[in-house]
């Protein structure tokens, strides 16, 4: 009788930690956030980027902010520059924030000529995109960061 009673308590409670410790919760992947070139515009004086930054990650971004960058040349490759062109979002909410499922679009005027001039030292035909903010998971606001070639992160 006792050991069919510890039998059942024992099948029971590992029935109960089985289904308590199993969450099926979602976690954040940055890999979702999805970047998208609507428009390219390029003269001798500027260039111009229209970017679609849409959120499918299943939390709430917040605190936003979006920066293009041309990488330096280097002789064995490039390095990141630390001067960057700030996006401007079609948004006019402060600070920026982006719901789950929605999108935004960013515009990026960067002054080639007035500001780099006739620079052979950058790497105007890739530049480098950064993208900064928190996700929501529950009320705790956790920072993440996007780094990378535009044209690696838009394909």
């Known amino acids: 009788m006792i050991k069919r009673y510890l039998y059942f308590l024992t099948i029971v ?29 390029e003269t001798m004086e500027y260039k111009s980027y229209k970017i679609e930054i849409s959120n499918k990650t299943g939390f709430d971004l917040t605190h936003l902010s979006f920066n293009l960058s ?40 960067a002054p080639i000529q007035e500001v780099y001039g ?14 900064k903010g928190y996700y929501l998971d529950g009320k705790e606001e956790i920072q993440f960061g996007i780094y990378g070639g535009l044209s690696v992160l838009a394909s």
């Open 13 to 41: 409670t590992l029935l109960g930690l089985i289904v308590g410790c199993s969450t099926n919760k979602e976690r954040f992947d940055d890999e979702d956030i999805i970047f998208n070139v609507v428009k390219t515009e």
């Open 118 to 131: 006739d620079s052979d030292l950058l790497d105007f035909e890739n530049p480098s995109i950064v993208l």
């Open 70 to 109: 041309y990488p330096i040349k280097t002789s064995n490759g490039s390095k990141s520059n630390p001067y960057v062109v700030e996006g401007k979002s079609t948004s006019t909410t402060t600070p920026l924030n982006l719901k789950s499922g929605e999108t935004i679009t960013y515009t990026i005027y």
